[in-house]
């Protein structure tokens, strides 16, 4: 599973919604100069070479649920510092298998 980031907008987007000045333009610059169709491409092709399917799913919220529901449930399941990019591994994991993302309350 990853992330469909949707960047095709944020390079379309002009200046007013994207910042005036210095700071805008390295942010445009930024975003501009990142290569998501080149790696998309090569990582579906590798994954297609190893029989593997690529799933995108939606990152709304990933790292905020991660945090919340999964990040605990983890820690008490190993010894290694558990952070809230491993909880939102795991959300991204279940959006793209189709499961919900939170957690039922036991």
């Known amino acids: 599973m990853v992330e469909n980031l949707g960047f095709a907008d944020a390079r379309a987007t002009g200046r007013e919604t994207m910042g005036r000045g210095g700071r805008g333009k390295r942010f445009r610059r930024t975003v501009a100069g990142i ?13 297609f ?24 449930p983890l820690q008490q ?12 591994a795991v959300a991204i994991g279940r959006r793209g298998l189709g499961h919900r993302v939170r957690r039922r309350q036991v």
Do not use: C, N
Request: charged share 20%.
């Open 77 to 88: 399941q190993t010894r290694t510092t558990v952070t809230r990019h491993h909880g939102a």
């Open 35 to 47: 290569p998501t169709a080149r790696f998309r491409e090569r990582l579906r092709g590798m994954a």
């Open 49 to 72: 070479h190893q029989g593997l399917v690529v799933i995108a799913v939606d990152p709304a919220y990933t790292s905020i649920w991660g945090e919340k529901y999964w990040k605990t």
